[in-house]
């Protein structure tokens, strides 16, 4: 990793009381795989649907809200598109039928 420390600050001060707003990152979808949103690695069905996967298990246990930041437009919508369909010959719910569970999304 970058070993970078982040300085997380509020700045506006109508974004809730403090402990209502948490910010972090997430490096890991499961113990054994990163959560790599460099170019070549975030194109992949794998990365897509792991991304997914986590913000479904986020959605579960977050109350309210949530935000979540995409590296660009393209990659939002090919997740959007993965989410939504699902995998080829898959059975189950869709990542996108999960969030809805969970979430209103918009």
Do not use: I
């Amino acid at each position: 990793g970058l070993q970078t420390k982040l300085e997380v600050g509020r700045e506006n001060p109508r974004g809730g009381e403090e402990g209502q707003v948490w910010f972090g990152l997430t490096p890991h979808a499961r113990a054994d795989h990163l959560l790599n949103s460099s170019k070549k690695p975030r194109r992949s069905t794998e990365y897509m649907a792991d991304l997914g996967n986590s913000l479904v298990n986020f959605a579960r246990v977050t109350p309210d809200g949530m935000l979540v930041f995409f590296p660009s437009y393209s990659v939002l919508a090919e997740c959007l598109g993965l989410w939504r369909r699902g995998n080829e010959g898959g059975e189950g719910s869709t990542v996108w039928e999960r969030l809805l569970k969970h979430k209103q999304l918009v």
